[in-house]
């Protein structure tokens, strides 16, 4: 069983360094940040994986933690991609329209 | 093998598909939009899959708990992020495509 679960997760990590090409094609920062929040949800399925393979469990905490950052850069992105710092990209759709 | 490991390893590797249709989608589909939908209802029902799987695994209530807790968590960011991402990413889409479609429909938008 534990074969299983590593080979599941050698074959996810390929998956997710296809995630990889996206970040170097772009072509917006939008795009490479969906590869970000991609590479997010696959590590948590990894650690997920690693913490069976191994039956410890404890490594479920990792899966929490990197979930939680995974969301956080996103929102961080967002924050830093509107004109004003404040992360609400509506206000900078209405004035791309008016100007 | 036993049932429980047979369920397992169909759920897993039915989760590592997910994964994989939802990084085909990410590389293959034409704009950011597509690309988002694709990315964010294929991989976490990946990961809702894998997690489910080992469920069936861990033996304690604990550690089952804490696995939908995990999923809870990546559906509610998935949720949450995908929406602000789109957000974000629409005005560069807009302009993108006025730009394709020549300057006949966007030229009195582009005065600055």
Avoid: C
Wanted: hydrophobic share 55%.
């Amino acid at each position: 069983m534990s074969a299983w679960y590593l080979a599941l997760a050698a074959i996810l990590l390929v998956t997710i360094a296809g995630a990889l090409i996206r970040v170097h094609r772009g072509p917006g920062p939008a795009d490479r940040m969906m590869s970000a929040q991609l590479i997010g949800t696959g590590g948590v399925a990894v650690i997920l994986l690693l913490a069976a393979s191994d039956d410890d469990w404890a490594k479920l905490d990792v899966a929490l933690v990197l979930a939680l950052l995974a969301a956080f850069a996103s929102v961080a992105f967002v924050k830093a991609a509107s004109g004003d710092g404040l992360g609400d990209p509506e206000s900078d759709a209405d004035g791309d329209a008016e100007r | 093998m036993n049932v429980l490991d047979f369920v397992t390893i169909v759920l897993t590797g039915a989760g590592l598909v997910f994964f994989i249709a939802g990084t085909a989608g990410l590389l293959r589909f034409p704009d950011t939009h597509s690309r988002l939908h694709a990315l964010t209802k294929a991989d976490n029902l990946g990961l809702g899959l894998i997690a489910l799987g080992l469920a069936f695994q861990s033996g304690s209530l604990y550690v089952i708990v804490k696995l939908a807790l995990i999923w809870a968590l990546a559906i509610l960011a998935a949720a949450t992020t995908s929406q602000l991402i789109a957000r974000v990413a629409l005005p560069a889409e807009l302009r993108r495509q006025r730009g394709k479609n020549g300057l006949k429909s966007g030229s009195e938008n582009e005065t600055r």
